[in-house]
């Protein structure tokens, strides 16, 4: 959930496509696109392949996005509910969670906010593998918000008196709202603050 910056694009005759490297610079450039609506053969043009080296490979742009999800999943999505599942106070939870979000990676391969917020907001239309992997991934973190709430509630560690239901959408749309802060520019140090702050009526 952070800052870097893609490679140039090569120009001159696409090269042989390699998966993996496709794969890779195909999702900060979906990440990192300002406009919101990336075209495919834009992501061609960027990671220099063509567009029917991308049909062999992944069927269509529904499978290049579905591979790149994959991918999110594995390499920075997994950072935040490996967070959740800490068997530590709510309200440490809760601070490294904030931490988490607003802070910049050591290794800087990612761009800022979440690329699955991201994608949950953008004008790209999308096919049914890729519906289908956001929807996982979205159900993945609503369960683990849900055990994390249960578990606080359990410990006596909610600091309010609100259904899990009611606890798990907040956590969940503090942590969207968040994102979307910094994909649009604002301040790591400002939006640290508004999730702080937020964070603060549950614990």
């Excluded at 694009?9 to 390699?18: E, H, I, Y």
């Excluded at 997994?78 to 601070?95: P, R, V």
């Excluded at 096919?127 to 956001?134: A, E, F, L, R, V």
């Excluded at 359990?154 to 994102?179: P, R, S």
Aim: net charge positive.
């Amino acid at each position: 959930m952070n800052e870097t910056t893609t490679g140039k694009s090569v120009r001159g005759r696409p090269k042989t496509l390699d998966c993996k490297e496709t794969v890779d610079i195909a999702m900060l450039e979906y990440w990192l696109d300002e406009k919101n609506s990336i075209s495919l053969n834009e992501i061609c043009r960027r990671v220099n392949v063509s567009k029917p080296g991308i049909y062999r490979e992944f069927g269509n742009e529904d499978g290049l996005l579905e591979a790149v999800l994959l991918k999110y999943e594995k390499d920075i999505s997994t950072g935040l509910l490996q967070i959740l599942a800490l068997d530590e106070s709510f309200k440490q939870i809760l601070e490294k969670i904030v931490i988490y979000v607003t802070s910049k990676k050591e290794d800087k391969k990612a761009a800022k906010g979440c690329l699955l917020v991201k994608l949950q907001d953008s004008k790209i239309n999308m096919g049914p593998k890729t519906k289908k992997q956001i929807l996982s991934m979205q159900n993945k973190f609503l369960q683990a918000y849900e055990e994390c709430i249960l578990n606080a509630k359990e410990k006596g560690q909610l600091k309010t008196n609100i259904t899990t239901e009611l606890a798990v959408d907040y956590l969940n749309t503090q942590i969207n709202n968040a994102a979307l802060l910094l994909m649009q520019g604002k301040e790591e140090k400002k939006v640290k603050e508004i999730l702080t702050l937020s964070f603060s009526i549950l614990s």
